[in-house]
């Protein structure tokens, strides 16, 4: 099975976690799914070829002791093995997916929101679990 986890999911299935130091909303369902299911994870990272030549399939070995027992230590593994594949094509992570929603006014508006919009996504920060 295959499912993009660096969506921003707004649920009870999200925590508030590091992502390329700013905090986001981020699935916990790869460790629970790992966890309730006992399935091997692996990272699948695509990378597109110059000249419309197709892509480049990235898949990792087996993450070992993952589940590790904590999910915020999986997410935050998860987090940053993700992080270090976009170090590598930057241009190619879809930027443009609000990834940086529901932070509080403490951070930059890194959307460009009206200061409405912006208080309604701290209130919904606050009703995450």
Same mark, same amino acid.
């Given at each position: 099975?295959?499912?993009?986890?660096?969506?921003?999911?707004r649920n009870r299935g999200a925590v508030?976690?590091?992502f390329f130091a700013i905090p986001a909303a981020t699935s916990t369902a790869t460790s629970r799914l790992a966890r309730i299911s006992g399935a091997a994870v692996?990272?699948?990272? *695509?990378e597109r070829l110059p000249g419309?030549? %197709?892509?480049?399939?990235?898949?990792? *070995?087996e993450l070992e002791d993952y589940p590790s %027992?904590?999910?915020m230590h999986d997410v935050d593994r998860f987090n940053a093995l993700l992080q270090a594949q976009i170090l590598k094509v930057p241009?190619?992570?879809?930027?443009?997916?609000?990834?940086f929603k529901g932070l509080s006014a403490d951070y930059p508006d890194y959307y460009g929101r009206s200061p409405r919009d912006r208080r309604t996504a701290?209130?919904?920060r606050e009703a995450l679990p």
């Amino acid at each position: 099975m295959w499912y993009a986890p660096d969506q921003s999911y707004r649920n009870r299935g999200a925590v508030m976690a590091n992502f390329f130091a700013i905090p986001a909303a981020t699935s916990t369902a790869t460790s629970r799914l790992a966890r309730i299911s006992g399935a091997a994870v692996l990272t699948y990272f *695509p990378e597109r070829l110059p000249g419309n030549a %197709g892509y480049r399939v990235h898949i990792g *070995p087996e993450l070992e002791d993952y589940p590790s %027992g904590s999910v915020m230590h999986d997410v935050d593994r998860f987090n940053a093995l993700l992080q270090a594949q976009i170090l590598k094509v930057p241009e190619q992570y879809l930027w443009m997916h609000r990834r940086f929603k529901g932070l509080s006014a403490d951070y930059p508006d890194y959307y460009g929101r009206s200061p409405r919009d912006r208080r309604t996504a701290v209130a919904n920060r606050e009703a995450l679990p």
